[in-house]
């Protein structure tokens, strides 16, 4: 039996395997998959990796975004980083079929922990692997996250064995899966696992106190504790670099009062803005119960575009405001989705096949595996509740303001993927149970058949025969929308409110009939589901299939059928192109073959419409070798980072910048009611333009940037001779709009003590940048009376050291967000370099536990050869 499972496990992973790559299969002739994330990466990261080709030296910090932040979550590569390459081996397939072959495998390990059988392992990775949402992140180019959920199952697996006393494998497969799933660097998600074995540590600690087995649950935790340090140990430098970071950016501590009263953490509104609405989490089950993702197929708005051209011949085109406004209406953006959330990419849907058979499972899964389905069903149930955010705002409230660490992560719709790992696994469970389980009655499965079974049919007959009235198909949005139109209506063209009301009107019920219709083809395509898996049940309790195989595999089948139908919506051929265009997304030129596939897919008319902001900005770069930065006003400034990709950006694209900087965005780039109140305007924007070195400005349009030279900024840096000295740090970031921060440096008074006296104005004394590399920036001086050196550089605590003529001196804080020195009469160079301690404590950390873990692998691996060989002595 042993060896057969054996046999059919590696053919199962050879079936994963190729199941991953047809699912991929544009890679096989030369395309790859093109991530939007991915695409911003590249630019973010362009400076560093060049340099690193050019150097072959590791750096940590890059000026390409944000005026400058550390590496540590753009790429940065640590030495002794041993984890990291053991992932690379078993991602061995073309992206993205590297994570979905992950998705298969690791939940398998995980089935055969459980069952013990390959047959049931099967279905279960098959139920988890084809979890729509999966599809929809790696579509984003979330690679980091559904790369940190596929070592969930593995992990658990390790976790699992230990509460089952094999402490040996258990042990190994622990610290072996925490360093993988803490090397996929995606902190919420590793977080969000976490809840969910919090979960099966309370049920496994009171199955111990009743059954009286408190040691080996002592023994059992205890080793995980150390299996886990161990896990840690391995990315030692990867979790000391990002604890670090995280302090200084906006999931960490701030003592700015004025733009938000929260001062640690990320504060309520923005942790709960993607919150899942209670009626969506029907999603699950039925994937366009809500119309699906906010930018719909065109083959779903077929009313809705019919209206429109019906519409066009009642209305008097003849008339300019109506003309006008038609053609605003019709080329407005226009959605299927109908949910609670600002927007969506997609539905978690989890298959119509695996939440039937996880509903069945809550009155068939007994006895022994009771506290297995107790954990599961209250792990998913917290997934939901936790998901519907401020929707649920007690829990939710209550979660963020006492519970350790739930502050720090945004997008709590994010939780639904706890529940994404929890059904499957009871789904599995639930289909062990029914075929293999003995002390369930044949009677008593019949039962749960036909009521547990035919309350869910009954209920998508119900939903797709009256669930046009049952629903709304509406939300404020729609609402906001045509009064928006009306108001508009009323004040330029009164006479014509009655004919716009109605045309309105008709346009939403025809929207409201395509949200009608997707939601009515989608709950049939979840009735046959359920109706064929229900049927096979049935079919094997009447003993018309004898053949458990056929049973298992069949269901397994109608899963993978049901998940690939749906997945094939946000994950298809179109999410790949030409691999010349995935190794380069920032084309300087049109090409054909651009000019061709940008006709046919909306990723390359994406990276085309660039080519002329591109090309602008390489003809900056080749003709400005000086250092400076751009501020991109043409694209989303500070949500993208093509402009990273050519030349330093004050914007860029990253989810944690530094809380200094991004304070500094909020107040002076805004534009915002609190900034207003505050009396900011466009001209103290200009001001954070010159203090950051923002020599160019490109604006215009994306067909014909124009560039325009800011010949106020200040430079690389400057000297100043006079302080405006504040309290605190709300008064800190006001004084920038209204100090002369040329001639001026804003520090606070606990600097005091730290700075001289003598500051004399005078016109002799020099600065200049001389030599640039990222992590290390040499100035050359003249320095004839003392001074303050202010820099056109992010502050930034930890790493950075100043040499002023081979003597070290202390960077201070200055003008809120840059780094000042202080400078004496006669100071001819300035180093400023960046050599963190968190990476060098943090290499010879992971170095250590590397041995510690290889010696323990050897150690297992000893103990199990030798126990095997005793019983064959035996």
Same mark, same amino acid.
């Given at each position: 039996?042993?060896?057969?499972?054996?046999?059919?496990?590696?053919?199962?992973?050879?079936?994963?395997?190729?199941?991953?790559?047809?699912?991929?299969?544009?890679?096989?002739?030369?395309?790859?998959?093109?991530?939007?994330?991915?695409?911003?990466?590249?630019?973010?990261?362009?400076?560093?990796?060049?340099?690193?080709?050019?150097?072959?030296?590791?750096?940590?910090?890059?000026?390409?975004?944000?005026?400058?932040?550390?590496?540590?979550?753009?790429?940065?590569?640590?030495?002794?980083?041993?984890?990291?390459?053991?992932?690379?081996?078993?991602?061995?397939?073309?992206?993205?079929?590297?994570?979905?072959?992950?998705?298969?495998?690791?939940?398998?390990?995980?089935?055969?922990?459980?069952?013990?059988?390959?047959?049931?392992?099967?279905?279960?990775?098959?139920?988890?692997?084809?979890?729509?949402?999966?599809?929809?992140?790696?579509?984003?180019?979330?690679?980091?996250?559904?790369?940190?959920?596929?070592?969930?199952?593995?992990?658990?697996?390790?976790?699992?064995?230990?509460?089952?006393?094999?402490?040996?494998?258990?042990?190994?497969? +622990?610290?072996?899966?925490?360093?993988?799933?803490?090397?996929?660097?995606?902190?919420?998600?590793?977080?969000?696992?976490?809840?969910?074995?919090?979960?099966?540590?309370?049920?496994?600690?009171?199955?111990?106190?009743?059954?009286?087995?408190?040691?080996?649950?002592?023994?059992? %935790?205890?080793?995980?504790?150390?299996?886990?340090?161990?896990?840690?140990?391995?990315?030692?430098?990867?979790?000391?670099?990002?604890?670090?970071?995280?302090?200084?950016?906006?999931?960490?501590?701030?003592?700015?009062?004025?733009?938000?009263?929260?001062?640690?953490?990320?504060?309520?509104?923005?942790?709960?803005?993607?919150?899942?609405?209670?009626?969506?989490?029907?999603?699950?089950?039925?994937?366009?119960?809500?119309?699906?993702?906010? @930018?719909?197929?065109?083959?779903?708005?077929?009313?809705?575009?019919?209206?429109? @051209?019906?519409?066009?011949?009642?209305?008097?085109?003849?008339?300019?405001?109506?003309?006008?406004?038609?053609?605003?209406?019709?080329?407005?953006?226009?959605?299927?989705?109908?949910?609670?959330?600002?927007? %969506?990419?997609?539905?978690?849907?989890?298959?119509?096949?695996?939440?039937?058979?996880?509903?069945?499972?809550?009155?068939?899964?007994?006895?022994?595996?009771?506290?297995?389905?107790?954990?599961?069903?209250?792990?998913?149930?917290?997934?939901?509740?936790?998901?519907?955010?401020?929707?649920?705002?007690?829990?939710?409230?209550?979660?963020?303001?006492?519970?350790?660490?739930?502050?720090?992560?945004?997008?709590?719709?994010?939780?639904?993927?706890?529940?994404?790992?929890?059904?499957?696994?009871?789904?599995?469970?639930?289909?062990?149970?029914?075929?293999?389980?003995?002390?369930?009655?044949?009677?008593?499965?019949?039962?749960?058949?036909?009521?547990?079974?035919?309350?869910?049919?009954?209920?998508?007959?119900?939903?797709?025969?009256?669930?046009?009235?049952?629903?709304?198909?509406?939300?404020?949005?729609?609402?906001?929308?045509?009064?928006?139109?009306?108001?508009?209506?009323?004040?330029?063209?009164?006479?014509?409110?009655? %004919?716009?009301?109605?045309?309105?009107?008709?346009?939403?019920?025809?929207?409201?009939?395509?949200?009608?219709?997707?939601?009515?083809?989608? +709950?049939?395509?979840?009735?046959?589901?359920?109706?064929? +898996?229900?049927?096979?049940?049935?079919?094997?309790?009447?003993?018309?299939?004898?053949?458990?195989?056929?049973?298992?595999?069949?269901?397994?089948?109608?899963?993978?059928?049901?998940?690939?139908?749906?997945?094939?919506?946000?994950?298809?051929?179109?999410?790949?192109?030409?691999?010349?265009?995935?190794?380069?997304?920032?084309?300087?030129?049109?090409?054909?073959?651009?000019?061709?596939?940008?006709?046919?897919?909306?990723?390359?008319?994406?990276?085309?419409?660039?080519?002329?902001?591109?090309?602008?900005?390489?003809?900056?770069?080749?003709?400005?070798?000086?250092?400076?930065?751009?501020?991109?006003?043409?694209?989303?400034?500070?949500?993208?980072?093509?402009?990273?990709?050519?030349?330093?950006?004050?914007?860029?694209?990253?989810?944690?910048?530094?809380?200094?900087?991004?304070?500094?965005?909020?107040?002076?780039?805004?534009?915002?009611?609190?900034?207003?109140?505050?009396?900011?305007?466009?001209?103290? +924007?200009?001001?954070?333009?010159?203090?950051?070195?923002?020599?160019?400005?490109?604006?215009?349009?994306?067909?014909?940037?124009?560039?325009?030279?800011?010949?106020?900024?200040?430079?690389?840096?400057?000297?100043?001779?006079?302080?405006?000295?504040? @309290?605190?740090?709300?008064?800190?970031?006001?004084?920038?709009?209204?100090?002369?921060?040329?001639?001026?440096?804003?520090?606070? %008074?606990?600097?005091?003590?730290?700075?001289?006296?003598?500051?004399?104005?005078?016109?002799?004394?020099?600065?200049?940048?001389?030599?640039?590399?990222?992590?290390?920036?040499?100035?050359?001086?003249?320095?004839?009376?003392?001074?303050?050196?202010?820099?056109?550089?992010?502050?930034?605590?930890?790493?950075?050291?100043?040499?002023?003529?081979?003597?070290?001196?202390?960077?201070?804080?200055?003008?809120?967000?840059?780094?000042?020195?202080?400078?004496?009469?006669?100071?001819?160079?300035?180093?400023?370099?960046?050599?963190?301690?968190?990476?060098?404590?943090?290499?010879?950390?992971?170095?250590?536990?590397?041995?510690?873990?290889?010696?323990?692998?050897?150690?297992?691996?000893?103990?199990?050869?030798?126990?095997?060989?005793?019983?064959?002595?035996?």
């Amino acid at each position: 039996m042993k060896n057969k499972n054996l046999i059919f496990s590696a053919v199962a992973i050879v079936v994963f395997a190729i199941l991953a790559i047809v699912y991929c299969a544009p890679v096989l002739s030369e395309n790859s998959i093109i991530q939007p994330d991915i695409v911003n990466y590249k630019g973010s990261a362009e400076e560093m990796h060049k340099f690193q080709e050019q150097t072959g030296e590791n750096i940590y910090w890059s000026n390409a975004m944000f005026g400058g932040m550390p590496t540590y979550q753009t790429g940065a590569r640590y030495d002794n980083d041993l984890i990291k390459s053991i992932d690379r081996v078993i991602r061995f397939l073309p992206r993205p079929a590297d994570y979905i072959f992950l998705l298969f495998s690791g939940f398998f390990i995980l089935g055969m922990v459980l069952f013990k059988n390959w047959k049931y392992a099967l279905a279960g990775s098959v139920f988890f692997a084809m979890g729509a949402y999966f599809y929809i992140i790696i579509g984003a180019g979330h690679n980091a996250k559904v790369h940190a959920i596929a070592y969930f199952a593995p992990l658990v697996a390790g976790i699992l064995l230990l509460y089952q006393r094999k402490f040996i494998l258990g042990f190994i497969l +622990t610290a072996l899966f925490m360093g993988l799933e803490l090397s996929a660097n995606h902190p919420q998600m590793t977080y969000y696992l976490f809840l969910v074995m919090l979960v099966y540590f309370i049920f496994e600690l009171i199955q111990a106190i009743q059954s009286k087995e408190i040691k080996p649950f002592a023994i059992s %935790t205890g080793l995980l504790v150390v299996a886990c340090l161990i896990g840690v140990g391995l990315n030692s430098t990867k979790l000391l670099t990002t604890y670090e970071y995280s302090q200084e950016t906006i999931r960490g501590n701030s003592n700015l009062t004025i733009l938000q009263d929260k001062q640690k953490g990320l504060d309520h509104d923005y942790i709960t803005h993607w919150s899942y609405g209670k009626l969506e989490t029907f999603n699950l089950f039925i994937p366009d119960f809500m119309g699906g993702a906010s @930018q719909p197929r065109e083959e779903n708005l077929k009313n809705y575009i019919a209206e429109l @051209q019906k519409q066009q011949y009642i209305l008097n085109l003849e008339d300019e405001f109506n003309a006008q406004a038609f053609d605003y209406l019709a080329s407005s953006p226009v959605s299927t989705y109908w949910g609670d959330q600002p927007g %969506t990419s997609g539905p978690a849907y989890q298959g119509a096949v695996v939440v039937f058979l996880f509903f069945l499972g809550l009155f068939l899964v007994r006895n022994n595996w009771s506290r297995y389905k107790w954990w599961l069903l209250a792990a998913t149930v917290l997934s939901i509740v936790l998901a519907w955010g401020k929707n649920f705002a007690g829990l939710t409230n209550f979660m963020i303001d006492y519970f350790p660490f739930y502050d720090k992560f945004r997008a709590v719709s994010s939780m639904l993927v706890m529940a994404e790992f929890t059904m499957p696994l009871l789904a599995a469970l639930t289909l062990y149970v029914f075929i293999k389980d003995e002390s369930l009655t044949e009677e008593y499965k019949k039962k749960i058949l036909m009521y547990a079974g035919g309350g869910v049919v009954a209920l998508l007959v119900i939903f797709y025969l009256f669930g046009g009235s049952l629903f709304s198909f509406s939300n404020e949005f729609d609402i906001a929308s045509k009064q928006q139109y009306l108001e508009l209506v009323k004040e330029y063209n009164p006479q014509a409110y009655g %004919t716009w009301d109605t045309l309105l009107n008709n346009v939403k019920n025809a929207l409201r009939q395509d949200r009608i219709d997707m939601f009515k083809a989608d +709950t049939l395509r979840t009735l046959i589901f359920v109706l064929l +898996t229900l049927a096979l049940l049935f079919l094997y309790h009447l003993k018309k299939i004898k053949n458990a195989m056929v049973v298992v595999l069949g269901i397994a089948g109608l899963a993978l059928i049901d998940g690939w139908q749906v997945d094939k919506r946000y994950l298809n051929d179109e999410n790949f192109v030409d691999k010349m265009f995935v190794d380069n997304p920032f084309p300087t030129q049109f090409s054909p073959k651009l000019m061709e596939g940008a006709r046919e897919n909306h990723h390359l008319a994406g990276i085309a419409q660039k080519v002329p902001f591109n090309k602008t900005l390489d003809s900056l770069k080749s003709a400005d070798k000086s250092q400076f930065r751009v501020f991109d006003n043409i694209f989303s400034t500070f949500n993208d980072a093509t402009t990273s990709y050519f030349v330093n950006s004050i914007g860029g694209y990253h989810g944690a910048k530094l809380h200094n900087y991004q304070d500094v965005i909020d107040l002076y780039f805004s534009g915002s009611e609190k900034s207003k109140q505050l009396g900011i305007s466009q001209v103290h +924007t200009q001001k954070i333009l010159n203090l950051l070195n923002t020599k160019y400005i490109i604006h215009g349009n994306p067909s014909s940037p124009m560039v325009q030279q800011n010949n106020d900024a200040y430079g690389n840096a400057w000297l100043v001779s006079d302080v405006k000295w504040v @309290q605190n740090e709300d008064e800190e970031i006001l004084a920038l709009k209204d100090v002369d921060l040329r001639r001026t440096v804003v520090l606070e %008074t606990k600097l005091n003590n730290q700075i001289g006296k003598g500051f004399v104005p005078e016109s002799g004394s020099t600065i200049e940048l001389v030599n640039y590399q990222p992590n290390r920036l040499t100035y050359k001086t003249n320095i004839v009376s003392p001074k303050i050196a202010v820099f056109s550089e992010i502050y930034y605590p930890h790493g950075w050291k100043v040499k002023v003529d081979g003597k070290e001196r202390e960077i201070l804080k200055a003008n809120y967000f840059l780094r000042a020195v202080q400078l004496e009469q006669g100071d001819k160079e300035i180093v400023m370099e960046f050599d963190p301690q968190s990476v060098k404590t943090g290499n010879k950390m992971t170095l250590a536990f590397n041995v510690i873990f290889i010696l323990i692998v050897l150690g297992g691996g000893y103990f199990w050869w030798k126990k095997r060989k005793e019983e064959n002595i035996d």
